[in-house]
């Protein structure tokens, strides 16, 4: 899962974007409010987490105009300003959720992938398409109760691609979802994973639509 | 320790004492008067009852030789007594006159008021006599029945005074104690008060004696929660400063404990370290910002403002040094300015830092000093990028930072510069460079001029 990090502090940056690196999500970091609003508008992340106290733009304002953009990704607002208006005002503005310095790491992942979950609708913290499952919080696969060892690209793009089962995801799609800045892209590497992950979990998971992209079906059609 | 006296029974004391000796005057003057008046009155009438006496004695007794005694005709009659000699011999007197004369005959010559003795009683007596000398008469009357007249007038006077009195104590006590109400009602309002209220107060008709009490009160209470005020911001700026650091600190160490790579860790637990280090002198900033808003005066003395900068440049060199960075000094001969030693470099130490820390790799940093026409002034210039207009205008404020410097900081330094720079009375003054075209803070101190200009003067 890609997150952006809008963090002005250079050691809590660092920490958070290793920390949820550590977790399994992709991390952008942006250390102003300008970029993370720019970031926020062109690229699509599966969630935000946010500090208010930015240089160049405050954090509140950030998340209230990219609200007014009518972006719609779970935000995590994660600041240093405890007091109740405050908590209040950025929820009211658009934060999914409101957590306070210092954070555990764990806890900080736990709540991302909650957040996410919650944004495209699922109960839990598992996603099933077939008979595939896929648990976030271990990083585990199953096929048919049977555990599947994957790597950490094929665990993500089966993430990115049963997380929206039933829709089409572009190659560019999927490579954003995959991918931090800086991180080198092999032009082929998801026709790679795609590859592997068909070898692992067989040919029919995964679906190409020639010339659009690929796709996973939530069940498999009745023959 | 003596008891603490009351004001109200001051004050009463006070009423009863000058109420009396009115009163005592009052009774003194009275008695004199009267007892003036009275002689005067009683003594006209004597002389007048002597005159009738003799002129009738002239008329009326030519031989009856034998004194006669006259009637007594009421009751208050023998205080009253007269005789009437005819050539030497007792012709009239009253029942209760002696038969001698009451003042010895002699020379004859004697006319007038008397006083003596007779049968043991004070008399008053008047002598007359006619014409030829022939006829003597002698009226008398007790003292005894003036004073008794005095004492009467005296009493009526005296009594209802005395009947007064304790009506008297009641009313003044009671009118002290609501004239003094308005102090107990500040009493009552004070103890009533809760610890924590510093709210003014406000006293219903306060009188306006009171009025420099209750301001001076209130101004304490206006101080006191001042200095809360900002102790409680001081300790949630405190709090809240400290969030993130202590963040950086958790979240480097979590991720140094889950990681696999060697080189990560390494860069993880360096990374917490230096959130240790950063928290330490976040700490350090937040004491020296809540000691200088205290308000605690420091004491001045004279200082070498060249060597103190040439001693923080020492200090701060490596830094720049680090960042390729050139920092410079030009500092002028006796530069004295007053002022406190440690606040003095602490407030010069943020300002060079903030040079270095704000100006990119390979920037020039200057640090002057000169004597300027009634004062001393000391200026931190950079080739950095320097501030806008309206970032200078927020600098100060607490927590401001620099947007785009890419540089941490909690924006605490510039609040301690400002802070001391109020506090040792220099002036603080934000501008572009003119020679490095960056930032040039320059410090003034109006009062370190002029002592530098006195050639005798010798530092400390």
């Known amino acids: 899962m890609r997150i952006l990090l809008a963090e002005d502090d250079p050691l809590l940056g660092d920490g958070l974007r290793a920390g949820l690196r550590q977790l399994g999500f992709q991390v952008d970091w942006v250390r102003d ?60 503005i658009g934060a999914d959720d409101y957590v306070l310095k210092p954070i555990d790491l764990n806890e900080l992942a736990a709540r991302l992938r909650a957040l996410v979950r919650r944004a495209h609708g699922q109960p839990q913290d598992s996603l099933t398409a077939q008979d595939i499952v896929l648990d976030m919080a271990a990083r585990s696969v199953t096929k048919a109760g049977v555990p599947v060892v994957l790597s950490g690209r094929e665990f993500d793009l089966l993430h990115a691609l049963m997380r929206s089962a039933g829709r089409v995801l572009s190659r560019e799609q999927l490579e954003q979802q995959l991918y931090s800045w800086g991180q080198e892209v092999e032009s082929n590497a998801i026709e790679v994973h795609v590859h592997h992950l068909r070898r692992k979990l067989g040919s029919a998971l995964i679906q190409t639509v020639r010339g659009v992209g690929y796709m996973v079906a939530r069940e498999l059609p009745k023959p | 320790m003596p008891r603490p006296r009351s004001l109200q029974g001051r004050l009463l004391a006070l009423i009863l004492a000058l109420v009396g000796s009115v009163w005592i005057t009052t009774a003194i003057l009275t008695w004199r008067d009267v007892s003036h008046e009275l002689d005067e009155l009683l003594d006209s009438h004597l002389a007048q009852a002597a005159a009738l006496l003799v002129a009738q004695q002239a008329g009326e007794i030519e031989d009856d030789d034998h004194g006669i005694n ?3 005709l009421h009751r208050y009659a023998p205080k009253v007594a007269f005789q009437v000699f005819h050539e030497d011999r007792l012709a009239l007197r009253s029942s209760n006159a002696p038969a001698e004369p009451m003042l010895a ?24 006599h006619g014409r030829e000398r022939d006829t003597r008469v002698f009226v008398g009357e ?58 003014p107060i406000a006293l219903r008709a306060a009188p306006t004696e009171m009025t420099p009490l209750l301001e001076a009160l209130n101004g304490l209470f206006q101080r006191i929660a001042e200095l809360m005020a900002s102790e409680r911001r001081f300790t949630a700026d405190a709090a809240h400063e400290l969030r993130t650091p ?65 001693e923080v440049v020492a200090d701060l060199a490596p830094l720049a040094l680090a ?72 600098l100060g404020e607490r927590f401001f930072r620099v947007i785009g410097s890419g540089e941490s900081g909690s924006g605490l330094g510039w609040s301690i510069a400002r802070r001391i720079a109020a506090v040792i009375e220099a002036e603080v003054r934000v501008s572009r460079s003119a020679s490095l075209r960056g930032l040039a803070v320059a410090l003034r101190f109006p009062i370190g001029a002029v002592r530098g200009s006195d050639p005798n003067r010798t530092p400390k």
């Not at chain 2, 002699?106 to 049968?119: K, L």
């Not at chain 2, 029945?145 to 009641?170: E, G, H, K, Q, Y």
């Not at chain 2, 350090?284 to 900068?309: I, Y």
């Not at chain 2, 060079?352 to 100006?359: P, Q």
């Open chain 1, 33 to 92: 409010g300008e970029a993370a609003e720019r970031e926020l508008r062109a690229q699509a992340y599966v969630a935000a987490v946010l500090d208010l106290g930015l240089p160049r733009k405050d954090g509140m304002d950030v998340l209230a105009s990219v609200r007014r953009a009518g972006l719609m990704l779970p935000v995590l607002v994660l600041t240093a300003r405890d007091a109740v208006p405050d908590r209040i005002r950025g929820l009211d």
């Open chain 2, 105 to 128: 005959l002699g020379n004859g010559a004697e006319q007038g008021f008397r006083t003596i003795a007779i049968g043991g009683a004070m008399w008053r007596v008047f002598a007359a």
């Open chain 2, 323 to 394: 960042k390729s960075q050139t920092i410079e000094v030009e500092a002028a001969e006796r530069c004295w300015v007053d002022g406190e030693g440690t606040l003095l470099s602490v407030l010069v130490r943020n300002l060079i830092d903030n040079a270095i820390r704000y100006s990119p790799p390979g920037a020039r940093v200057r640090v002057s000093t000169r004597n300027a026409a009634g004062s001393s002034e000391l200026t931190v210039e950079d080739s950095g990028p320097g501030m806008n207009a309206d970032d200078i205008e927020r």
């Open chain 2, 246 to 310: 202590i963040a950086a600190i958790r979240a480097q160490a979590q991720v140094a404990l889950a990681c696999a790579d060697d080189a990560e860790r390494k860069h993880a637990l360096s990374s917490t370290l230096q959130g240790c280090d950063r928290a330490t002198r976040l700490v350090e900033q937040l004491l020296t910002l809540s000691r200088l808003e205290a308000g605690s005066a420091p004491a001045h003395s004279s200082l070498d403002l060249g060597a103190l900068v040439r």
């Open chain 2, 70 to 72: 006259a009637p007594s």
């Open chain 2, 142 to 199: 007790q003292v005894d029945s003036r004073n008794s007249i005095l004492w009467a007038v005296l009493r009526s006077v005296l009594t209802p005074m005395l009947f007064a009195l304790p009506l008297l104590v009641l009313a003044s006590w009671w009118a002290v104690r609501q004239g003094v109400s308005p102090i107990r009602a500040l009493g009552r309002t004070l103890a009533q008060r809760q610890p924590q209220a510093l709210e």
